[in-house]
Nanobody, 123 residues
Framework: QVQLVESGGGLVQAGGSLRLSCVAS????????MAWFRQAPGKEREFVAT???????YYSRSVEGRFTISRDSVKNLVYLQMNSLKPEDTAIYYC?????????????????WGQGTQVTVSS
């Protein structure tokens, strides 16, 4: 059974930083493309960043230059380092994994999901 468990969310002031973690189990982590999505109240779930099994990274325009995705394939962990946070970054952040990624950035392009972790950025 695949499990993705996020941690590291919380309340931070604008301009601050947080690091999210996601630990994966029940899958061959080293061969999976991993991603972070987020969903704000009343909005659709949106792509944030992804990292392939070869560690190529892709970001949404709204976070590029501020967020960094990375992975540790020994510990089955994926991270999202978030710097220069803005109030508009407030959302529930979800970790996701794809068996065979086709470079899509929609939630439907990913097969497994965590329960999410809340990030709140105050102004």
């Amino acid at each position: 059974q695949v499990q993705l468990v996020e941690s590291g969310g919380g309340l931070v002031q604008a301009g601050g930083s947080l690091r999210l973690s996601c630990v994966a189990s029940g899958l061959t982590f080293s061969s999976k493309t991993m991603a972070w999505f987020r969903q704000a109240p009343g909005k659709e779930r949106e792509f944030v960043a992804t990292i392939t099994w070869k560690s190529f990274t892709y970001y949404s325009r709204s976070v590029e230059g501020r967020f960094t995705i990375s992975r540790d394939s020994v510990k089955n962990l994926v991270y999202l380092q978030m710097n220069s946070l803005k109030p508009e970054d407030t959302a529930i952040y979800y970790c996701a994994a794809a068996d065979y990624w086709n470079q899509g950035r929609l939630p439907s392009n990913f097969d497994y999901w965590g329960q999410g972790t809340q990030v709140t950025v105050s102004s």
